[in-house]
């Protein structure tokens, strides 16, 4: 583990990210995608989460990218916005290994020191023994929900578990006005007086 090194992704990642997540969508469950989306399509996301100042990591071992991480918005309405929705995806050849640990805790920090105020896991085939479902009680997420029998991949039905982890202080304070999502939704309100 001690020669990953955990940075901020680029569009020079791209091809990488893309055949990780392929390989996730054709052979797991972790996504309810059914089709392994294009490289374009992966560099449409990765755009729009970069240009949200969103929180988006690469692990990279040897020069070769192991896994990713993101943080993107739970929900587009704005009262969501002190909240982000987490994704973390491992290579084949790298799982067991110790990297989405690392990516994870990487994500946790940078979505801390954005100010966000909780992290939602929204996690595909979400047992007991799922290797996300461990991940994320490891790091301190909490379960709050479940919804049963609500993909249906690969043959059967899965259940979707959704996990949180609080930040910041939570509900328990108010709104950083210092804070990445207040900052951006300032100016988006500024930018609507414009028009």
């Avoid at 799982?95 to 989405?100: A, E």
């Avoid at 709050?144 to 939570?170: A, I, P």
Wanted: proline letters at 6%; hydrophobic letters at 40%; glycine letters at 10%.
């Amino acid at each position: 583990m001690s020669n990953i090194a955990i940075r901020a992704a680029t569009a020079a990642d791209l091809d990488r990210i893309t055949e990780i997540y392929a390989d996730a969508v054709t052979h797991g469950t972790a996504s309810y995608e059914l089709e392994p989306p294009s490289l374009a399509e992966m560099g449409n996301r990765f755009d729009s989460l970069t240009a949200g100042s969103f929180p988006y990591l690469v692990a990279e071992k040897d020069g070769i990218v192991q896994g990713y991480a993101y943080a993107g918005p739970f929900r587009p309405r704005p009262a969501y916005r002190f909240i982000v929705e987490d994704s973390v995806y491992v290579a084949p050849e790298a799982k067991g290994q110790g990297v989405g640990r690392l990516l994870m805790q990487a994500l946790v920090e940078a979505a801390r020191a954005s100010g966000f105020r909780q992290i939602i896991a929204v996690i595909g085939d979400g047992h007991a023994d799922s290797a996300s479902v461990r991940l994320h009680e490891k790091l301190g997420f909490r379960h709050s929900g479940c919804l049963e029998g609500s993909g249906y991949k690969h043959g059967r039905w899965l259940d979707t578990v959704f996990m949180q982890l609080t930040l910041n202080g939570g509900a328990a304070l108010p709104p950083d006005p210092d804070s990445l999502p207040e900052r951006k939704f300032r100016e988006g309100l500024k930018g609507e007086l414009k028009n």
